[in-house]
């Protein structure tokens, strides 16, 4: 285990569904981070959460929820999602959002029918 | 927009033969981090570069950051069949905090 554990570790769901990831870190890391990772693309930065807050929304559609209730849980809530988001959802956390080195979670691999 | 971009995009060598991939950007970078995924598996942190014209090692690993700080280099002596995976820079411009990906190099090795 990383220190970074995501569920579920995989999940189909259909376009009409209303699903939700879980990431939890025990790293004592004060920054989080949502990546997607589709085949052929480089690893794409989607949300940052430092200190709880949100730093960063890399235009990603609101269809993408994320939630962050404390430093070592972030959610990413899903609804009305398209087929083409059908990706490996990394999360990450780092010490802090200017210190380097992420610590990734095994990701969940997530198919939208 | 900033862009990092890694070459080449597959190699495959043979057991033993040298390994080498090359990241580049398009702004100066203040650090450059490399990480590895493995098969089926999650990116994983190798190492961080700084200053200018750095070069770490990890065992038969060899790193570098370019004098401009806008390209860097992972090279492999003698690869193994455990070496086997997706190698990814990841930098940080100058002008910002976001760590940027490359596309990754991924890495064959034939026993």
């Known amino acids: 285990e990383t220190g970074v554990t995501q569920t579920p570790r995989h999940l189909v769901m259909g376009m009409t569904n209303k699903k939700s990831l879980k990431c939890e870190q025990h790293?004592?890391?004060?920054?989080m981070y949502w990546y997607k990772q589709s085949a052929k693309k480089p690893l794409e930065l989607m949300f940052v959460?430092?200190?709880?807050?949100?730093?960063e929304n890399n235009s990603v559609p609101s269809r993408f929820s994320p939630e962050c209730p404390n430093s070592s849980h972030l959610f990413l809530h899903l609804h009305t999602l398209q087929p083409e988001d059908s990706a490996l959802y990394l999360c990450?956390?780092?010490?802090?959002?200017?210190?380097?080195?992420?610590?990734f979670g095994s990701g969940t691999r997530l198919t939208v029918v | 927009g900033q862009q990092v971009m890694q070459i080449p995009q597959y190699q495959h060598v043979q057991e033993g033969e040298d390994f080498t991939t090359y990241c580049n950007s398009s702004?100066?970078?203040?650090?450059i981090q490399w990480y590895k995924q493995r098969p089926g598996g999650h990116p994983v942190f190798l190492i961080q570069?700084?200053?200018?014209?750095e070069v770490k090692k990890q065992k038969r690993l060899t790193f570098q950051f370019g004098e401009a700080k806008k390209n860097s280099s992972l090279h492999i002596t003698a690869t193994q069949t455990t070496d086997v995976g997706t190698y990814f820079c990841?930098?940080?411009?100058?002008?910002?905090?976001?760590?940027?990906f490359g596309s990754g190099t991924r890495l064959l090795v034939r026993p």
């Open positions: 702004t100066t970078l203040s650090n």
């Open positions: 990841a930098g940080v411009p100058d002008s910002s905090y976001k760590l940027i």
């Open positions: 990450a956390s780092s010490q802090d959002w200017i210190s380097y080195g992420y610590t």
């Open positions: 790293l004592g890391h004060n920054a």
């Open positions: 959460y430092n200190f709880k807050e949100q730093t």
């Open positions: 570069l700084v200053k200018s014209g």
